[in-house]
Every structure is written in structure tokens, then in C-alpha cells.
């Protein structure tokens, strides 16, 4: 079956703008997550949403970033006047309730 | 707070060479363990994971990792490894009581020689 996807794969745009990253996770997986990963360094924790509501999100690192996952599957991530160190690959991950997380291919956002 | 600390960030070994990756974790409560390969140009994979009862457990493509709880160690095995296993290796803790966010090690990235 499909796997989680990411759209776009890559993102490039300048400092102050606002960008918009888009997750579909696997089909009936009740779980997605958000990570952010930087160059050197492993997966770092962003916000998870059981269903529709955000369970927990102590990762978001300030107002600036927001997620939503209106009717519990496709779910996008928000950032607002980005700045040059919001440049990351951001990943997205589903599960079934409290099992394994699969990956989607990430998009690369670039923050010039 | 929850870390996850892999203490070697290269390794480098030649084929048919056995590999042992480090990784210790801080929180003391009950917690999975999981370790995720990247290989070149693709996503993150689960190798293996362990939720409670054998602390060895077998993954995928001849890896294994033991959890040691009195360590807080759960460190990946594989007794002769490939070319096909040139990748980057990260380790990733879930405290239970929790919300089921994956803490990441900084990974171990692996080349292996012909």
C-alpha cells in the first residue's frame, strides 16, 4: 500500500515569507507527528495529533509554527515569517494508535 | 527531560566485519526502544524495536540489539555486515506514560568497505 507522502519535496524561499508543508499519511493510521531534522543530527520532535487534536505540541519551537489536521488525515505544518535557521528537512510520520511510526520522505525547506 | 546519546557519529568497517553501535538513554521510567535506518536517498526505515518481555530482539536484515535496562543501553549488533549496509543509524526512545514522540539520537553514520 502507499506509504506517507510529503508535498513539496523541496521548498525554497526567503527570509519573512510564510510556507506551508502538506502530509498524507498512511490510510487509517489515527496517529501523525511531525519532526524537524537538521543537518548532523537525528529527528527532533514537533508535534503529534491523535485524530483531528494536537496531543502534544511541547516541540514547536514558538508561535511562529503551527499544525493542523482538520479531518484526521492530511495534516499541514505552518511557519510564519521564516527565518534562515527554520531551514531543516521536516518529516512527517504516521502510525496505528501507539505502534510503529512510518516515515514519509521529508521536504527540504531552504530559508534563504 | 528524555536524551538519547549514540556515542559514535562514523563508523567505518570493511565487509564481513561485525558491527556494535552504541546507545544509552536518560529517563527512568518504562520505555520502547527502536532503532530507524536511513540509507542513501531514503527515508527513515524501523530496523527493530522493543517493546517489553526477550530483551534481545532480531530485526530486520540480520540485525539485533539488547536491552540492558540496568545500562539504559540498547545497543545494535549485526555479526557480518555488507556493503548494503552503508547507511545512517539512529536510535529513538519513547517514554510509555507520555505522548508517543520519538526522542532521536544525533545517529551513527556507517560506510562499509568492499
Known amino acids: 500500500g502507499a506509504g506517507v507522502s510529503q508535498t513539496p519535496s523541496n521548498k525554497v524561499t526567503e527570509k519573512g515569507k510564510y510556507v506551508e508543508l502538506r502530509c498524507d499519511p498512511i490510510?487509517?493510521?489515527?496517529?501523525l507527528y511531525w519532526y524537524r531534522q537538521s543537518l548532523g543530527q537525528g529527528p527532533e520532535f514537533l508535534i503529534y495529533?491523535?485524530?483531528?487534536?494536537?496531543?502534544?505540541d511541547s516541540g514547536l519551537p514558538n508561535d511562529r509554527f503551527f499544525a493542523v489536521r482538520p479531518e484526521g488525515s492530511v495534516s499541514t505544518l505552518k511557519i510564519q515569517r521564516t527565518e534562515r535557521g527554520d531551514s531543516a528537512v521536516y518529516l512527517c510520520?504516521?502510525?496505528?494508535?501507539?505502534?510503529?511510526?512510518?516515515f514519509g520522505p521529508g521536504t527540504r525547506l531552504t530559508v534563504l | 527531560a528524555q536524551s538519547v546519546s549514540q556515542h559514535n557519529h562514523h563508523v567505518i568497517l570493511s565487509e564481513a566485519a561485525s558491527l556494535e553501535l552504541g546507545c544509552n538513554y536518560s529517563?527512568?521510567?518504562?520505555?520502547?526502544l527502536f532503532w530507524y535506518v536511513q540509507y542513501p536517498g531514503q527515508h527513515l526505515q524501523l530496523l527493530l524495536k522493543?517493546?517489553?518481555?526477550?530483551?534481545l530482539v532480531k530485526g530486520i536484515k540480520g540485525f539485533e540489539a539488547e536491552f540492558i535496562k540496568s545500562k539504559f543501553s540498547f545497543n545494535l549488533r549485526k555479526p557480518s555486515v555488507q556493503w548494503s549496509d552503508t547507511a545512517e543509524y539512529f536510535c529513538?526512545?519513547?517514554?510509555?506514560?507520555?505522548?508517543?514522540?520519538?526522542?532521536f539520537g544525533s545517529g551513527t553514520r556507517l560506510l562499509v568497505r568492499p
Open positions: 510520520a504516521s502510525s496505528a494508535h501507539g505502534e510503529e511510526q512510518f
Open positions: 490510510s487509517g493510521h489515527t496517529a
Open positions: 495529533f491523535q485524530g483531528t487534536g494536537a496531543a502534544d
Open positions: 529517563y527512568g521510567g518504562t520505555v520502547n
Open positions: 522493543y517493546f517489553s518481555g526477550d530483551p
Open positions: 529513538a526512545v519513547n517514554a510509555q506514560r507520555s505522548s508517543y514522540k520519538l526522542i
